[in-house]
T-cell receptor, first 113, second 114 residues
Framework: NAGVTQTPKFQVLKTGQSMTLQCAQD?????MYWYRQDPGMGLRLIYYSASEGTTDKGEVPNGYNVSRLNKREFSLRLESAAPSQTSVYFC????????????FGSGTRLTVV | AQSVTQLGSHVSVSEGALVLLRCNYSSSVPPYLFWYVQYPNQGLQLLLK??????LVKGINGFEAEFKKSETSFHLTKPSAHMSDAAEYFCAVSGSGNTGKLIFGQGTTLQVKP
């Protein structure tokens, strides 16, 4: 099925460990986004890539880095995980033309102990 | 800067009753507005959107929302709740510029009682 695929679905890290969350879309969308979801806070934008070759910070970028590997893939890296990064992470994509909202992945549930 | 406020983190209705989820926004430019639904342990799914044109927009599963510029509101309604409507609902507004960024509200959990 066409859509946004996130891996892994679940992950437990120890404080200080690093990991990369993967996101890929097969809809030929130009823009991709990483959000985190925390109870009572909605979704907050971490980083985004408006088009292939560009990335920009969102509302809560500290402790994260991203790579837009190609048009399909947009990865999120935690270099040194902290308990405050325990969250559910969502990747989303959107075509350039029009403003039809996002297509979301199913999320990665990350726990940092 | 854009912002979204959803009034009420939890709303409980009886099956068959009217559903009303409130959303107010702030935007310095004409907004694009969205409602998303999230079922447990799933991603977010687009319910409906307002970009331009008709201010009353209809979405999936019988939901609709009305854009009221004078009230800066975009409330979500459904005439008759169904048990399957139990989920978390998010209102979102487009960010500034041409980046496609969405600003989300904090979410409202809808409980439907039999």
């Amino acid at each position: 099925n066409a859509g946004v695929t996130q891996t892994p679905k679940f992950q437990v890290l120890k404080t200080g460990q690093s990991m990369t969350l993967q996101c890929a879309q097969d809809m030929n969308h130009n823009s991709m986004y990483w959000y985190r979801q925390d109870p009572g806070m909605g979704l907050r934008l971490i980083y985004y890539s408006a088009s292939e070759g560009t990335t920009d910070k969102g509302e809560v970028p500290n402790g994260y880095n991203v790579s837009r590997l190609n048009k399909r893939e947009f990865s999120l890296r935690l270099e040194s995980a902290a308990p405050s990064q325990t969250s559910v992470y969502f990747c989303a994509s959107m075509p350039r033309q029009g403003f039809n909202g996002y297509t979301f992945g199913s999320g990665t549930r990350l726990t940092v102990v | 800067a854009q912002s979204v406020t959803q009034l009420g983190s939890h709303v409980s209705v009886s099956e068959g009753a009217l559903v009303l989820l409130r959303c107010n926004y702030s935007s310095s430019v004409p907004p694009y507005l969205f409602w998303y639904v999230q079922y447990p342990n799933q991603g977010l799914q687009l319910l409906l959107k307002y970009t331009t044109g008709a201010t009353l927009v209809k979405g999936i599963n019988g939901f609709e929302a009305e854009f009221k510029k004078s009230e800066t509101s975009f409330h979500l309604t459904k005439p008759s709740a169904h048990m399957s409507d139990a989920a978390e609902y998010f209102c979102a507004v487009s960010g500034s510029g041409n980046t496609g960024k969405l600003i989300f509200g904090q979410g409202t959990t809808l409980q439907v009682k039999p």
